[in-house]
């Protein structure tokens, strides 16, 4: 299972210079539902919302969204063994919520977002 960011749904989406392999979109892909909103705002603030909805919808289509539990905003309050932002504590906690059911490795382009997950025992998809 690949726990997907949202560096990594928008560089596809936007057919940024830097983009997953086209083998990524094969596995099991799970993202926090943060990755949803993360995605729409970034897309609208950019003014391609209407230009890219379809691509978006196919993309995020792909993905299984994990809830915004209590366990997950619970685990999100306790300290990481790395300085994190907001958003990416919440995406961290969710890794580790999922990993406690089944093996996951986190696909990003994030140098920080990395670096957390790396401190906390969860591995990185090659990209």
């Not at 830097?18 to 970034?42: G, I």
């Not at 919520?97 to 990395?114: F, I, K, N, P, Q």
């Amino acid at each position: 299972m690949i726990y997907v960011d949202t560096s990594v749904v928008l560089a596809h989406v936007l057919a940024e210079d830097r983009h997953p392999p086209p083998r990524l979109w094969d596995d099991v892909l799970v993202a926090s539902r943060l990755v949803e909103y993360e995605t729409w705002v970034r897309v609208h603030a950019s003014g391609l919302g209407d230009s890219h909805a379809a691509t978006i919808r196919a993309t995020l289509g792909r993905i299984r969204f994990a809830a915004l539990s209590q366990d997950v905003l619970d685990r999100s309050l306790s300290p990481f063994p790395t300085p994190v932002r907001t958003l990416d504590a919440l995406h961290l906690a969710t890794l580790v919520y999922l990993r406690g059911m089944s093996e996951v490795r986190l696909a990003t382009y994030d140098v920080r977002m990395a670096e957390a997950a790396t401190a906390i025992g969860i591995g990185l998809e090659e990209l």
